[in-house]
C-alpha cells in the first residue's frame, strides 16, 4: 500500500505524531526530515512543510517524488479571518488560494499562470473524512471555555505572516472584490495544493486557528502551537487514520 503523508507545520504538531510512530525510519532528503513508519499500522511518512509556499512545496515534491505517498493530509495553524472563525476553532480547507499571487495583467489576479485555476479544490472524499475526523477526534476538547467549532471553507495562503489589523483588512477587501470569501490565512496550503494538482494526487488540510491575524497573532502564535495546536493534530489524525481503516475494510470483501 502506498503510504499516506502527514505534512505538519511546525515540529510541535509533528512531535506528538512521531512519539506514536512505529518502526520508525529517518530518511534524510532535499535538506530535509523524512520519517516513514507506520501509525496504527497505517504506512505514513511524516515531514514538516517548513514554513512558506516555496519550502512547502519542495517538500511535497519530495514526498510524491521520492517516498511515492499516495495522498497527502496537511496539519498546521492558521490566522482566523472569517467571521465567527475564533482561536481554537479549526477550519478544513475546501478550497485554497495564494492571496499574494498576481500576474496581472497578463493573467487574472490570483490565477496560477497558465493552468486556468484560481481556487484549488481539496479532493472529495479526504475532505469529507477529514471533517468527520474533525468533529470525533475533537469531541470533548475545549479551548477559553468553548468547544471547537468546525469550520468547512476557503484557506487562503501568501508568503507572510499577517499581524495587524489593517493589513488583514487589506488582504481581504482584494480577495472579496474578486468573489473569494476566505476563512482562515496561513503560508503553505495554497503551494501543497498546487503541487498536489500538478501530480493528481488528492490531498486535504485542516489548520487550528491560532490567533486572528491581528497585531497580537505573534503573541497569541507561541503560546498556543505548544499548548493546543499538538493536541488537536494528534486527535485528527488519529481519528482520521481510524477513518482511512474503516473505508478500506469496507471496499475489501471478505475472503
Ligand atoms: N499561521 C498562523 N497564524 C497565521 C497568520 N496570522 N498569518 C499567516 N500564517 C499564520
Keep these: 500500500m502506498r503510504p499516506l503523508a502527514i505534512l505538519s507545520a511546525l515540529a510541535d504538531?509533528?512531535?506528538g505524531l512521531l512519539e506514536q510512530l512505529q518502526g520508525a525510519q529517518r530518511v534524510a532528503h532535499a535538506g530535509r526530515e523524512f520519517w516513514c513508519g507506520q501509525l496504527d499500522g497505517l504506512p505514513v511518512v511524516l515531514a514538516l512543510s517548513r514554513i512558506g509556499k516555496v519550502a512547502a512545496a519542495?517538500?511535497?515534491a519530495a514526498l510524491i517524488?521520492?517516498?511515492?505517498?499516495a495522498q497527502i493530509l496537511f496539519t498546521g495553524v492558521a490566522g482566523g479571518?472569517?467571521?465567527?472563525?475564533?482561536v481554537g476553532d479549526v477550519v478544513v480547507g475546501s478550497s485554497y488560494v495564494q492571496h499574494d499571487l498576481d500576474a496581472s495583467p497578463l493573467f487574472p489576479r490570483y490565477q496560477i499562470p497558465l493552468t486556468g485555476?484560481?481556487?484549488?479544490?481539496a479532493d472529495d472524499a479526504v475532505l469529507e473524512t477529514l471533517v468527520a475526523a474533525c468533529h470525533s477526534g475533537l469531541q470533548g476538547l475545549q479551548h477559553a471555555g468553548r468547544a471547537p467549532v468546525v469550520h468547512q471553507g476557503l484557506v487562503v495562503s501568501g508568503d507572510r505572516f499577517v499581524n495587524?489589523?489593517?493589513?488583514?483588512?487589506?488582504?481581504?477587501?482584494a480577495l472579496h472584490l474578486h468573489g473569494h470569501a476566505p476563512l482562515a490565512v496561513e503560508m503553505e496550503g495554497a503551494a501543497v495544493a498546487q503541487v498536489c494538482f500538478d501530480y493528481g494526487l488528492p490531498f486535504a488540510a485542516v489548520r487550528t486557528i491560532s490567533d486572528r491575524a491581528d497585531a497580537s497573532a505573534h503573541v497569541d502564535f507561541a503560546v498556543f502551537v505548544q499548548d493546543v495546536a499538538r493536541v488537536y493534530a494528534q486527535r485528527i489524525v488519529s481519528a482520521f487514520i481510524q477513518r482511512v481503516f474503516q473505508?478500506?475494510?469496507?471496499?475489501?470483501?471478505?475472503?
Design 13 to 15: 504538531e509533528q512531535a
Design 58 to 60: 519542495t517538500t511535497s
Design 65 to 69: 517524488e521520492r517516498f511515492g505517498v
Design 81 to 86: 479571518v472569517g467571521e465567527g472563525v475564533q
Design 117 to 121: 485555476q484560481t481556487a484549488l479544490a
Design 164 to 173: 495587524g489589523a489593517a493589513e488583514t483588512r487589506g488582504i481581504l477587501d
Design 247 to 255: 473505508r478500506l475494510q469496507l471496499s475489501q470483501p471478505r475472503r
